[in-house]
């Protein structure tokens, strides 16, 4: 049976972070699991859980989140007629497949080098969130072919093991292939539902031995994040886009971009034993 106490601190932190995530969802229209992961990692670490698996915990957590706040996002935009689905239809199969291996590859690594990882990709979402221009063009339509082959599965891959959904590659991506930017984040929210499904399957037979996980944890999913992240984002998200509609976000988003970067070159930190 889990210490009450220990629960009640863990409930405590787990609606603060849940809290934070849908706000910055809504504000900024920034995935959740780009907050989630180093807020699960520091939360569970500070609760004196940790061991060479808790960055996998801490992934499959906020994977398993992404199922329901992009099916939600989807569904939305899709009333909308926001949705892309060709681009989705034609993207799946790869992302799909990324996101398996995605899965197979965190599995046999080490917390630290997740860590590493984590760090030096959110390094480049940072530095594109602060810096990339919405005229930046690499086509004028999404690729097809061996160009579509290559970048779908990598999208997947590096979704999974930086704890993800669709949003944080998904929209730099199509906005480079002239895709309009409401249209590239509808359609990334798609994304998001393939690549946190299988991922979440697979982690759900990854073992973690009781003595490092949380209470309430299957597989490497803890139960209990995942039910409080899920209400708090469901209560928080329309406040962030209240607060959107309020205020100019564009300079908030330059300083999300600076904040993600100092967590990722801590975590990169930590990973290099610094």
């Not at 801490?58 to 939600?72: E, G, H």
């Not at 989807?74 to 007629?81: A, D, P, T």
């Not at 886009?241 to 904040?259: G, I, S, T």
Request: net charge positive.
């Amino acid at each position: 049976m889990p210490d009450p106490m220990l629960l009640l601190q863990m409930l405590v932190l787990l609606m603060v972070i849940g809290g934070l995530a849908g706000v910055l969802a809504g504000l900024l229209g920034v995935g959740g699991g780009i907050v989630l992961v180093p807020c699960f990692f520091y939360a569970f670490q500070t609760l004196g859980y940790g061991g060479a698996q808790l960055m996998q915990m801490c992934l499959a957590t906020s994977l398993a989140t992404i199922i329901v706040t992009s099916m939600r996002s989807v569904l939305s935009h899709n009333r909308k007629g926001a949705v892309e689905w060709d681009i989705l239809r034609g993207w799946a199969p790869g992302i799909a497949l990324g996101a398996v291996i995605g899965v197979l590859v965190a599995a046999s690594l080490r917390s630290t080098t997740l860590q590493g990882l984590f760090g030096a990709l959110g390094i480049l979402i940072g530095a594109y969130m602060g810096l990339g221009r919405s005229h930046w063009r690499l086509g004028d339509a999404m690729p097809r072919g061996l160009t579509r082959a290559l970048l779908s599965p990598g999208v997947g891959f590096l979704s999974v093991l930086m704890g993800i959904g669709g949003g944080s590659f998904g929209v730099p991506l199509m906005s480079l292939y002239n895709v309009p930017i409401h249209r590239a984040v509808a359609t990334a929210a798609g994304f998001g539902v393939i690549i946190a499904v299988p991922s979440v399957i697979g982690f759900l037979f990854l073992e973690i031995p009781s003595e490092v996980r949380p209470p309430f944890t299957l597989g490497a999913v803890n139960g209990v994040a995942f039910l409080v992240v899920i209400c708090m984002t469901l209560i928080t998200a329309p406040l962030g886009v209240k607060l959107a509609h309020a205020m100019d976000p564009k300079p908030l988003k330059r300083v999300f971009a600076v904040f993600l970067t100092l967590v990722a070159l801590n975590m990169l930190r930590k990973a290099l034993g610094w």
